[in-house]
């Protein structure tokens, strides 16, 4: 079992950044998961945002936040971020990390673990 707990959400204006982690605990493999992110708007499905495989060696990213927002992981502390930088107001929603056996697993819209999401607000 893995547990997965976001934090790093908040209120914040058109231009500025954000650091989103995602801190997982209950594995003593993290290593061998991707991990990645998701974000769901009110009234809107679910979407893929970024993902990062196991080692760290390569990362993916939706093509609305490519650019913008860098996925990244620290194996040591279990942790992966996702620092957002020019957040726009459609960016808003409530983002979630997940964790699967593979990164296409996340890039395809699934994962086995998942957080249970931070609210990221951009006001214009």
């Known amino acids: 079992q893995v547990q997965l707990v976001e934090s790093g959400g908040g209120l914040v204006q058109a231009g500025d950044s954000l650091r989103l982690s995602c801190a997982a605990s209950?594995?003593?493999?993290?290593?061998?998961?991707?991990m990645g992110w998701f974000r769901q708007a009110p009234g809107k499905e679910r979407e893929f945002v970024a993902a990062i495989t196991g080692s760290g060696s390569s990362t993916y990213y939706a093509e609305s936040v490519k650019g913008r927002f860098t996925i990244s992981s620290d194996n040591a502390k279990n942790t992966v971020y996702l620092q957002m930088n020019s957040l726009k107001p459609e960016d808003t929603a409530v983002y979630y990390c997940a964790s699967a056996i593979s990164a296409r697993v996340i890039v395809t819209g699934g994962g086995e673990y998942w957080g249970q999401g931070t609210q990221v607000t951009v006001s214009s």
């Open positions: 209950g594995r003593t493999s993290f290593i061998r998961y991707a």
